[in-house]
């Protein structure tokens, strides 16, 4: 069965770097498209990036283009997300979703990580 | 880039049948067929029930059901059941490449 869990949140000080992770399993992780999308508390589902499943297109949110960078390493079935420069407003529980084939669908999640950005 | 627009809340008795509407612009919903609403329950990560306007993955209800009209896509809900109350959040591949999701609603069921 699919799998997604993601790693590496936390609680960081404002302004410094956090790398979450994601390991997949249960699917063929090369072949397919990847989201990052986050929820801060008590809040709705914001879209944070994609990455097309060879890792040669990368797409971000206006709120984080420039300070966040998404990757993946298909050989270890793991997608990235770096987060640079870090404020308050990025507090939030991050998910990785795997694409449906064919669509920009999130049709697996994982259960998310929380990234708290406080002094 | 602007969220889709949803109603805050919904609310509807067991049985009864419920509309969500999600509104968007010609650079989203109008633009392209890529329009998914997700189930949330609390604490929990979102579900996907419908992807592509109107297709439901396997499993999940026919209850449930999704279509579109110019800039503004809708998910209906018929025969309420009590365990439908969650937040409900629609989402739309946009023409710069990016995905926006709805502020999303709450269906009470009373």
């Known amino acids: 069965q699919v799998q997604l869990v993601e790693s590496g949140g936390g609680v960081v000080q404002p302004g410094r770097s956090l790398r979450l992770s994601c390991e997949a399993s249960?699917?063929?992780?090369?072949?397919?498209?990847m989201h990052w999308v986050r929820q801060a508390p008590g809040k709705g589902l914001e879209w944070v990036a994609l990455i097309w499943y060879d890792g040669s297109n990368k797409y971000y949110a206006d709120s984080v283009k420039g300070r966040f960078t998404i990757s993946r390493d298909n050989s270890k079935n793991t997608l990235y997300l770096q987060m640079n420069s870090l404020g308050a407003e990025d507090t939030a529980v991050y998910y990785c979703?795997?694409?449906?084939?064919?669509?920009?669908?999130?049709?697996?999640w994982g259960q998310g990580t929380l990234v708290t950005v406080s002094s | 880039q602007s969220a889709l627009t949803q109603p805050a809340s919904v609310s509807g008795s067991p049985g009864q049948s419920i509309t969500i509407s999600c509104t968007g612009t010609?650079?989203?919903?109008?633009?392209?067929?890529?329009v998914s609403w997700y189930q949330q329950s609390p604490g929990k990560a979102p579900k996907l029930i419908i992807h592509d306007v109107t297709s439901r993955p396997s499993g999940v209800s026919n209850r449930f059901s999704g279509s579109k009209s110019g800039n503004t896509a809708s998910l209906s809900i018929s025969g309420l059941q009590t365990e439908d109350e969650a937040d409900y959040y629609c989402?739309?591949?946009?023409?710069?490449?990016?995905?926006?999701f709805g502020g999303g609603t709450k269906l009470t069921v009373l």
């Open positions: 010609s650079s989203d919903v109008g633009r392209y067929n890529y």
């Open positions: 989402s739309s591949y946009t023409s710069s490449s990016t995905v926006a």
């Open positions: 979703t795997k694409i449906l084939s064919g669509t920009y669908s999130s049709d697996y």
């Open positions: 249960g699917f063929t992780f090369s072949g397919y498209g």
